[in-house]
């Protein structure tokens, strides 16, 4: 039997009769703004023990907003097969107690396993720490912006895109690592860019 092999997006797809078959996908990336269930499975399964420790009935310490969350979760991902990151991030954030979650946010991380979740403002990074090849990269200390982005390029080879950057800002750092944005030349108007 003869197969024909098609490669999209550097995953091999194989022909059985008129149906190209997904044969190996690749590996998730930032790239592109979703992971599917497939890369969940191999890259993050203690996204699935994350999932039951919310529903399992025996532990009650998850509040019924958490619960009803996951669910959507999930039943987005059996629908499509796939899920956003942003989904994904968020599962990591959910916590047992509200304090949990506040002492998380004021960290700049989650820990599940052997998942980090970085967090600082409105960017979230998960990685699985065994996939590190540096695990220096985090010190566990609160992040700033200037780290995220530091950690982001060494791991996804190119640091989180913000709006600022598609309007031609030029990105800066302040003295606490903080991002700033700035007009290129200093001679254009912030109203050229609006």
Known sequence: ???????????????????????????????????TLNQITKEYPEFFDKIEEIFTLSNPSYNDKSKKYATSIMEYIELFGFISWKQFDSIWSICRTYNDYIEGKNKGHYNYGSILSLRSKNVNLTVNKNYLDNPFLFTGEKLTDKDLDRISTKLFGSRCMAEEDEEGLALAYDEDGNRCWYLPTGKESIYDFL
Do not use: A, C
């Open 1 to 35: 039997m003869k197969y024909r092999i098609k490669v999209i997006n550097e995953s091999i797809y194989i022909k059985n009769g008129d149906t190209f078959l997904l044969f190996r996908e690749k590996s998730s990336t930032r790239k592109v703004s979703w992971i």
